[in-house]
C-alpha cells in the first residue's frame, strides 16, 4: 500500500496489515514454524531444512524482521534469528478480540 494511502488508517491497522503482509508467503510461515522448534537458528540452518537457496531464504528473513516477526543479533559473522514474542503478542491479542466480538454477535 503506498505512503498515501496508509495514512488513512490507524498504526494499529498498518501495523497488523504489515504482519498479516509478512505471514502472507508459505516459505515465511515454514521459517516461522522452524524457528518455534528449534527456538534459534542461523541462516544455514533454515537453508538446510526448507528446499530454497540461500539468497531466497535471507529475503524471507529479511521481510520477517521488517514486520518484528522474528530478530536475530549477530553471533560472529552470522546472525542468530529467533522468534519476536512481543509481536506475536500484538497477534493474538488482534485475534482474541475478534473471537470474542465474533462469539457476542448475532448474524442477520
Do not use: W
Not at 14 to 24: E, T
Not at 33 to 50: F, R, T
Not at 77 to 98: P, R
Amino acid at each position: 500500500m503506498g505512503a498515501t494511502k496508509a495514512n488513512h488508517f490507524t498504526e494499529s491497522q498498518n501495523k497488523i496489515a504489515g504482519i498479516a503482509k509478512a505471514l502472507g508467503h508459505p516459505a515465511r510461515i515454514a521459517i516461522i514454524e522452524y524457528l518455534l522448534k528449534v527456538n534459534a537458528c542461523i541462516c544455514s540452518d533454515i537453508v538446510d531444512e526448507l528446499p530454497l537457496a540461500q539468497s531466497t531464504i535471507s529475503q524471507h528473513l529479511k521481510e520477517l524482521k521488517n514486520a518484528g516477526l522474528i530478530k536475530g543479533s549477530i553471533e560472529g559473522t552470522s546472525i542468530c534469528y529467533c522468534i519476536d514474542e512481543t509481536t506475536f503478542s500484538i497477534i493474538k491479542q488482534y485475534f482474541a478480540d475478534i473471537i470474542v466480538t465474533v462469539n457476542n454477535q448475532k448474524c442477520c
